[in-house]
């Protein structure tokens, strides 16, 4: 498609991520509108519109669908409904950058790209720490080769008080699916994987606990619908899941993730290479670890200019690959369902008490 294509962007779960991010960086976008919102939530769908200037408000995704056709669909809805409706705007028509996970299993995922491959459309996942300045850094020392052979990594998410949404889906598992392994374990395992060029995954061992939710502490000051702990709202989600994941060649991931601790914050993806590793911070810093002349050397990198947050980055991205862009770095089919049968198998190897042979 030529860079002149007009599209007409509606987003499905117009909370607070739709209001903050995803609207307001469509709207960004050259021959970019956003048409419509929807939410179960009308009078939030209302509020949405009225202050992002979006013109029609639906509070049915398939009501939206048949009368708005829209060329893009965004769906950033509770976890448990990312497959229908992602299926049915691909259906219709739409491209989707679905927020992540893009499903709760993995037979769930192949099903959702092979509907997208069948419709000729674009399905993507939100997945943006992989444009942070030290994760573009990482990535060009990684294709210049200089870690030579990844044999091992570690990606941590670690949070000392980081519950989100506590009494709203996030904390329901018939909603959400799950807790920190489905939330921020995606993002922390994209983060590695991009650098190790996402190797295939053969062995799972994983654990997966509630030590602060269930008793109401740990909880961070975001989310929609935020309840009391004293309410006695629900909370039957994770909020800890360590693993280790062995890939096709020998490389192995030690894989952490916590909504809460009793430690610091932690957000660091770390790589073991033959020639060179890597500490990856999270927005400010990479530092590299070599030998120089028989001689350890430790370097900081200078990171590249940043074109905008990592969200703008990841959206400018995906249009730049509708229009025609294929060298536009998204979230591919191939990547994102590397990211799901890892989390799948880690959340059956904890309720199995097994590892988990792929």
Avoid at 243 to 264: I, K, S
């Amino acid at each position: 498609m030529s860079s002149s294509q007009a599209w007409r962007v509606a987003v499905i779960g117009a909370g607070t991520i739709s209001q903050r991010v995803h609207i307001p960086l469509f709207q960004k976008q050259p021959n970019t509108t956003v048409v419509a919102v929807c939410d179960v939530n009308a009078a939030r769908a209302q509020a949405v519109a009225a202050e992002t200037g979006v013109a029609h408000v639906y509070s049915d995704y398939e009501t939206l669908l048949a009368e708005q056709q829209p060329d893009i669909a965004v769906v950033a809805a509770p976890n448990v409904f990312h497959k229908p409706m992602a299926t049915a705007a691909l259906e219709a028509g739409a491209h989707v950058l679905c927020e992540k996970p893009v499903a709760l299993t993995y037979s769930d995922a192949q099903a959702m790209f092979a509907t997208a491959a069948a419709r000729q459309r674009v399905l993507t996942v939100g997945t943006h720490f992989r444009f942070t300045g030290p994760m573009q850094a990482a990535k060009a020392h990684a294709a210049a080769g200089f870690f030579g052979r990844i044999y091992a990594a570690r990606t941590v998410w670690q949070r000392r008080n980081g519950i989100p949404g506590y009494g709203s889906w996030f904390t329901n598992r018939d909603l959400a699916g799950g807790g920190a392994l489905l939330d921020i374990g995606v993002h922390t395992l994209d983060r590695a994987l991009y650098i190790m060029n996402y190797p295939q995954p053969k062995r799972v061992s994983g654990v997966m606990g509630a030590e602060f939710g269930p008793r109401g502490r740990g909880l961070g000051g975001w989310g929609a619908d935020i309840h009391s702990p004293s309410s006695g709202t629900r909370y039957d989600v994770d909020d800890l899941a360590w693993a280790q994941v062995l890939f096709e060649g020998g490389t192995v991931l030690q894989f952490q993730v916590a909504w809460a601790a009793n430690y610091p914050e932690n957000f660091v993806t770390e790589i073991f290479g033959t020639e060179g590793g890597a500490r990856i911070g999270g927005q400010d810093s990479v530092e590299l670890y070599s030998m120089l002349n028989g001689l350890e050397v430790k370097t900081e990198t200078q990171l590249p200019p940043q074109k905008g947050s990592s969200y703008e980055q990841l959206i400018g991205n995906f249009v730049s690959r509708l229009n025609g862009d294929t060298q536009a770095d998204i979230v591919t089919p191939e990547q994102a369902l590397v990211h799901v049968k890892i989390v799948d198998a880690i959340t059956r190897s904890a309720s199995e008490g097994r590892e988990i042979v792929l």
